[in-house]
């Protein structure tokens, strides 16, 4: 499978939205409801910030949300704060075999 | 809480074999609503998936098609540990390695506790 597509970078200013988005196939991400979004600060772990399209773990800010429409799922993040500003990937079930893809990964800067 | 901590050699030379432990705290391997993966994140191939192996009656084992050839991961239940060896090993397989806990069924995608991650460089 390919990996899933994302822009490779987005920008906003403190107290703004921004939207970054997650396009597969409906072999993927359209085709299930197992999207998940993780942030990445450097040198560290991924973080698990929403879960099967819209869930957020417990600790996770509600300024994060996630959606879907077709195979396009998305990550906003409300009310940019500085701390935001991560990598941020995607991942999705690929069907077949249990296998899960990534996305190539966003860089989010708060200007 | 759930603490996962790896280790292993940061140096493998090209064909010889890379090999890492993740040693699991606040969870056990064997927890029939969890699944143990190994993920790797590079600046050429982005983060991959490598495989994953988890308990429900019996070991599962799932694995990437693009290293499923040269890649093993091992539970261990007396050590509490997750193990990955890939053979065979090339430049292209420079990489952070991470062990992951995925809650749920496999493939959900519910990765919710990682290790710090080892940076393994195959290199003469």
């Known amino acids: 499978q390919s990996a899933l597509t994302q822009p490779p970078s987005a920008s906003g200013s403190p107290g703004q939205s921004v939207t970054i988005s997650c396009t597969g196939t409906s072999s993927d991400v359209g085709g299930y409801d197992y999207v998940s979004w993780f942030q990445q600060n450097p040198g560290k772990a991924p973080k698990l910030m929403i879960y099967e399209v819209t869930k957020r773990p417990s600790g996770v800010p509600d300024r994060f949300s996630g959606s879907k429409s077709g195979n396009t799922a998305s990550l906003t993040v409300s009310g940019l704060q500085a701390e935001d500003e991560a990598d941020y990937y995607c991942i999705s079930y690929a069907g077949s075999y249990n296998y899960v893809i990534f996305g190539g990964g966003t860089k989010l800067t708060v200007l | 809480q759930v603490q996962l901590h790896q280790s292993g050699p940061g140096l493998v030379k090209p064909s010889q074999t890379l090999s890492l432990t993740c040693d699991i705290s606040?969870?056990?391997?064997?927890?029939?609503?969890?699944?143990w993966n190994w993920i790797r994140q590079s600046s050429s191939r982005g983060l991959e998936w490598l495989g994953r192996t988890y308990y429900r009656s019996k070991w599962y084992f799932d694995y990437a098609s693009s290293v499923k050839s040269r890649i093993n991961i091992t539970p261990d239940t007396s050590r509490n540990q997750l193990s990955l060896e890939l053979r065979s090993v090339t430049p292209e397989d420079t990489a952070v390695y991470y062990c992951?806990?995925?809650?749920?069924?496999?493939?959900?995608?519910?990765?919710?506790?990682w290790g710090q991650g080892s940076l393994v460089a195959v290199s003469s």
């Open positions: 606040g969870d056990s391997v064997s927890n029939t609503f969890a699944t």
């Open positions: 992951a806990r995925e809650t749920g069924a496999p493939a959900t995608a519910i990765l919710d506790y």
